[in-house]
C-alpha cells in the first residue's frame, strides 16, 4: 500500500487548506487512516484519526472544532480539511494507514500505524 499525501502550502494564519491523501496498491487493505504532524525540533505528534466506515472520528486537543477528517473510499481518499489555521500548526503533515482490520485502538499513536505517506508541508504566517 503507498500513501500520497497534497495539499499542503504557505497561507496566513486565520486560512483554511485541505490536505488530501490517496491510497495507492492494496488500497482495499486500509482500515484506519490518520494524520500527523512534524515540526522541526519536535516530536511526531497525532493530529486526527478515522475509522474505516468513517463513523468515529478522533482529534487532538490542539485541533478539536478547527480540523475535520473525513475519507472517500470509493477514491481511496482522506481528507483533512483545516481552517483557523494558526502559526503554531506549522509542520510536516503526514498520512497514516493501519491494515483493514486493525480497528481504532491506540490509533492515537504512530507505531500503531503500518502504512506512512511522504509529508506534505504546510506553513501557517503570523
Known amino acids: 500500500v503507498q500513501l500520497q499525501a497534497s495539499g499542503g502550502g504557505l497561507v496566513q494564519a486565520g486560512e483554511s487548506l485541505r490536505l488530501s491523501c490517496t491510497t495507492s496498491?492494496?488500497?482495499?487493505?486500509?482500515?484506519?487512516m490518520g494524520w500527523f504532524r512534524q515540526a522541526p525540533g519536535k516530536e511526531r505528534e497525532f493530529v486526527a484519526a478515522?475509522?474505516?466506515?468513517?463513523?468515529?472520528?478522533y482529534y487532538a486537543d490542539a485541533v478539536k472544532g478547527r480540523f475535520t477528517i473525513s475519507r472517500d473510499n470509493a477514491k481511496n481518499t482522506v481528507y483533512l480539511q483545516m481552517n483557523s489555521l494558526k502559526p503554531e500548526d506549522t509542520a510536516v503533515y503526514y498520512c497514516?494507514?493501519?491494515?483493514?482490520?486493525?480497528?481504532?485502538?491506540?490509533?492515537?499513536?504512530?507505531?500503531?500505524?503500518?502504512?506512512w505517506g511522504q509529508g506534505t508541508q504546510v506553513t501557517v504566517s503570523s
Open positions: 497514516a494507514g493501519r491494515a483493514r482490520y486493525s480497528g481504532t485502538s491506540y490509533c492515537t499513536e504512530p507505531t500503531s500505524y503500518d502504512y
Open positions: 496498491g492494496r488500497s482495499f487493505a486500509t482500515g484506519t
Open positions: 478515522i475509522s474505516r466506515s468513517g463513523g468515529s472520528t
